[in-house]
């Protein structure tokens, strides 16, 4: 169908310097409405900031299946600082690949998801309602996006159970296997400030185990030491799921990683892989921001440490904050900046769709469910009821390290990948709702 070439619409859609902050998503926005309206099918702006909206359009089906919302974000994080061999917002073609900011996180899925919704529309291959929404802010919270569309639009999103968005779809190569993990759930945002205190005192003199020595072992300590491993009941199906698709000693070696006392061991085994999987077995933390002292020759009563803090699924803050006293060795007080609560407990109905529509595309490929390490706007669709699905299919060279392009330089996605993602795609919106 004319227009809905997915390569080029990545391009267009990479060309739109989204970096967030501050965004400016308006002009992609209405680019993306205008190209809809071009396509017969019209679509709103809805906007706590007029330069940060979001768009949303319902595609009409035929009515014999539930409504399903299918949503992605046009923000991108910024390339300051990155040593990029083609320029990021140019939409390079090359060597097989579409190159710059976005490709994978996520304009190349929601290039996919244009591509194959006007398809799958203008073919009536749609058996319910389908809800388009693309937003603004994904990668700074969603304040402007889906959290203020959840709050402020719900009724757009009346009598939907479940959406596509990201993150998963992606294929994974472990031990020789090709898999798709597909997100069912993800883990929570949890920022704590940990507070050091100490006497104060004049730069010249000699000062032992004040706030900033506490700082400093509360640095070491988490650098040195990992929470404790929690198994989970997402992560357990996960890797059983991995497992029943390997033998011998990889199947083995799957499987143990489930064992509390040798989680760590395993995944350290395996490398690059079990680095990617070992934050699902733990509520993590990062220290990203330190404050304190505003002068040179004084030495500070009190310093601030800011921790990027990830919670499993079911677990709270304060789990988290109990954790690291366990770990650090000095004496601090915990202040919760920001707490998201995840999504709740899993809803599976579509997963079985899910799986077999990857299976089907890439026979031999096994599909599997994947907690999310990170976190995505899926956690505020959850308010309304709407289970997200990680699902943006790309089937990638086994060489392709996808974690470590995402938010680095020479971010790419190949040109085949894309092309499966829409074929898949739509063997996906044929097979909605069918009995």
């Not at 402007?144 to 479940?162: N, T």
Request: zero cysteines; charged letters at 25%.
């Amino acid at each position: 169908m004319e227009g809905t070439n997915v390569v080029q619409l990545l391009q267009q859609l990479i060309r739109f310097d989204t970096t967030n902050p501050p965004g400016r998503e308006a002009e992609a926005m209405r680019w993306v409405q205008g190209w809809l309206k071009d396509h017969g099918i019209d679509s709103e702006l809805l906007a706590r900031d007029p330069e940060r909206p979001n768009l949303v359009a319902r595609l009409r089906g035929r009515g014999e299946a539930p409504p399903i919302l299918v949503y992605g974000h046009l923000d991108v994080v910024t390339t300051e600082g990155q040593d990029w061999s083609v320029p990021p917002f140019e939409g390079v073609e090359r060597d097989g690949f579409v190159w710059g900011r976005g490709a994978l996180d996520m304009k190349g899925a929601v290039a996919m998801y244009l591509a194959s919704l006007v398809e799958a529309h203008a073919a009536g291959e749609l058996a319910g309602d389908v809800v388009l929404a693309l937003v603004s802010d994904e990668e700074a919270g969603g304040d402007y996006g889906a959290s203020w569309l959840a709050d402020e639009h719900p009724e757009r999103f009346a009598g939907i159970k479940h959406a596509l968005g990201e993150f998963g779809g992606f294929s994974l190569e472990i031990a020789g296997r090709r898999f798709y993990p597909v997100m069912v759930a993800e883990k929570q945002i949890s920022w704590i400030e940990l507070t050091f205190t100490g006497p104060a005192g004049h730069g010249s003199l000699i000062h032992k185990g004040g706030a900033m020595a506490k700082l400093g072992q509360a640095l070491v300590a988490l650098d040195k030491k990992l929470t404790p491993v929690h198994v989970t009941p997402v992560a357990e199906r996960m890797f059983r799921e991995i497992a029943a698709g390997l033998s011998g000693a990889a199947r083995a070696g799957v499987l143990a990683a489930l064992k509390p006392a040798l989680t760590d061991r395993v995944l350290e085994a395996l490398g690059e892989g079990g680095r990617l999987f070992q934050p699902l077995f733990h509520n993590t933390v990062n220290a990203t921001i330190v404050t304190g002292g505003d002068k040179v020759n004084v030495v500070p009563a009190e310093v601030r440490l800011q921790l990027d803090g990830r919670l499993l699924p079911g677990f709270s803050p304060d789990d988290l904050i109990a954790e690291l006293e366990q770990i650090i060795p000095v004496p601090f007080e915990a202040r919760v900046v920001r707490h998201d609560p995840g999504p709740g407990e899993v809803d599976w109905s579509l997963y079985p769709l899910l799986k077999r529509t990857l299976e089907e595309a890439d026979p031999g490929a096994r599909a599997v469910p994947l907690l999310l390490s990170g976190v995505t706007d899926g956690r505020h669709f959850a308010r309304l009821g709407i289970q997200t699905y990680g699902f943006a299919p790309m089937k990638l060279p086994p060489d392709l390290n996808f974690s470590r392009l995402i938010h680095a330089a020479d971010e790419r996605i190949p040109v085949e990948a894309l092309e499966f993602g829409v074929q898949t795609l739509r063997r996906f919106f044929r097979d909605y709702g069918r009995g």
